[in-house]
C-alpha cells in the first residue's frame, strides 16, 4: 500500500483538530486527544525508516514524499524530519499545559492546525509559497489571542497588519530573485532583492522597528498562549530562511549580508535586554526577552560560514524548553496573584516558593546561566561571535546582562515579605499536580545543560536538508 508524508503530518493534524472542536467542553478528553497526537507524530518522526517503508504486521506502507494539493506539491522529505518532530513536540507540552481555565478551549485543536501550516510552510514546492501558509497560520492564531469574549487590543491589530505585510514582500522577493544569480553581485537587483526578502523576514520576525506588537500582545494575552507562538512561529521562519542561503550564492556568499545580520542581532539582545532590566509587567519582560533570543538567532545566522546554522538550530530545543517553564510558571502564578506585576508578586515566593523557583529558573536558562540547558550554546556563540568581531560580541554580552538583572530584581522582590509587620515564615502552598511538571522540566534544562548533546545532534540533522549549509 502506499501513502503519502503529508498525510501523517499536514493533512492528519487537521482531520484531528476539526474533530476536536466537538469535544472543546471536554478539557481532559480534548487534552488527552491533542497530546498523544502532536507526541505521537513527534515520536514517529523521529523513529521513521529512512527508506520511507513501515511494516506493520504483514501489511507493508510504502511512503512517497510528496502530496498535489491545489495545484502545488507538499513534499515532507526525511532529511526535515527531525525538524518536523520538534515543533510537534512543542505543540505536545504546550497542550499539557492547556488544562489551566484562562487558556481557551480552542487552544488546543488550533495548536495542531498551525503545526499542520508549518509543516506545509516547510514543504511546499515552490518553496516561496510557504508565505501564503504561514499567512494562514497566522490568522489562525488570532482567535487564541484574542477570544471573541474580549475586547481586541491594539496589539493585535498591529501583530496582524505587519505579519500580513511581510506576505507580499517575500512573494515580491521571489518574483525579484528570478534571474538574479546571473547578474553581476554589484548589480542594482541583486540590493533590490536583498533589500525586499530582509524587510519581509523583518516584518515576520519582530525586528526592530517592527517590534511593538510583541511586549503589547504579551501583556494583554494569556501568557502561555503568547509564549507558545513566540516559540514555534520564529523557529520556523528562521529554519525556513535557510531555504535562501541555500538555493541562492549570492545570499550565502555576501560578507555585506553576514555583517548586516550581525549587528541587527546584536542590536536586538541588546535592545531585548535592556528593556526587559526595566520592565514591571511580567508579560511584557517576555516580550521583550523573546526579541533579544530572536537576535541570538541572527548571531547565529550571521556566522554561517563557520556552522552558524548549527547553532541557531541548538537554541530552538534548549529555548522551547525555558519558554514552557516561563510560561507554565506565569499560568499558575496568574492564579494567585492580583496581577502579573512586580509589585504584585511581592512576597509570593514565600507562599509559592516552587512555582516562583521555576519562574526564576526559566528566566536563567534562558539567559545562559552555567549549568542550565542553553549555557553551552550561548558561551559558544558569543565566543565565536566576538572573535569575529569584537564590538558585535560585547554588544551582545551586554545585552544578555538584561535578563539576568531583570531576574535579580524580580527574585528580590518574590522572598521580600509584602509587610514588614507579618511573620517571615515560609510554607509550600502548591499542589501536587502543579509543582510535578515544573520540577521535570527544571531538572531536564540541568540534564542538557551537563549532557547537552543528549538531544542537540538529533535537531542538527535538519541540516541534512540543506545541502550548501553543510
Known sequence: MSLSMPLLWVVLPFVVAAASFAFLNKRILGIVITAITAFGLSL????????????????????????????RQITIAYEILPFISFIFAVTGLWSLNSGTPSIPEIFRP????????????????????????????????VPILSPVTKKTNPGILRYLTL??????????????????????????????????????????????????????????????????????????????????????TFLRTSENLYIILGTMGALMVIFG????????????????????????????????PQGGARWMLMLFPVRALGFWLWGYALTQIEKYADSLTISSVIGLARRYPLLSSGLILAQLSIAGLP??????????????????????????????????????????NLVSPKNKDVSHRWSISEKRFEYIPLLI???LLVILGLFPHTIFAKITDTLTAFTQLQ
Open 44 to 71: 514517529l518522526a523521529i523513529l521513521f525508516p529512512e527508506d520511507l517503508t513501515l511494516s506493520i504486521g504483514p501489511v507493508q506502507l510504502v511512503f512517497t514524499e510528496s502530496l498535489a494539493i491545489l495545484g
Open 110 to 141: 488550533i495548536s495542531l492546525m498551525i503545526t499542520a501550516l508549518l509543516t506545509a510552510a516547510m514543504g511546499v514546492e515552490p518553496f516561496l509559497y510557504a508565505a501564503l501558509f504561514i499567512q494562514a497560520a497566522v490568522l489562525v492564531s
Open 163 to 248: 505579519q500580513t505585510l511581510a506576505l507580499p514582500l517575500i512573494l515580491l522577493a521571489g518574483w525579484l530573485l528570478t534571474g538574479v544569480e546571473t547578474l553581476p553581485p554589484d548589480s542594482p537587483k541583486v540590493a533590490q532583492t536583498t533589500i525586499v526578502l530582509g524587510l519581509g523576514f523583518a516584518l515576520w520576525l519582530g525586528i526592530f522597528p517592527f517590534h511593538t506588537w510583541v511586549p503589547m500582545v504579551g501583556e494583554d494575552s494569556q501568557p502561555a498562549i503568547m509564549i507558545y507562538l513566540m516559540t514555534l512561529f520564529p523557529t520556523t521562519i528562521l529554519t525556513f530562511s535557510l531555504n535562501f542561503f541555500d538555493r541562492y
Open 273 to 304: 535586554g535592556v528593556w526587559t532590566m526595566f520592565q514591571d509587567n511580567l508579560k511584557r519582560a517576555f516580550g521583550f526577552a523573546a526579541l533579544a533570543e530572536t537576535g541570538f538567532s541572527l548571531l547565529a545566522l550571521s556566522l554561517l
Open 371 to 412: 549549568i542550565l540547558a542553553a549555557f553551552p550554546i550561548k558561551i559558544n556563540l558569543l565566543t565565536a561571535v566576538a572573535g569575529t568581531n569584537q564590538t558585535i560580541g560585547t554588544l551582545a554580552f551586554i545585552g544578555n546582562l538584561g535578563l539576568f538583572l531583570f531576574t535579580l530584581r524580580l527574585a528580590a
Open 441 to 443: 522540566v527544571i531538572l
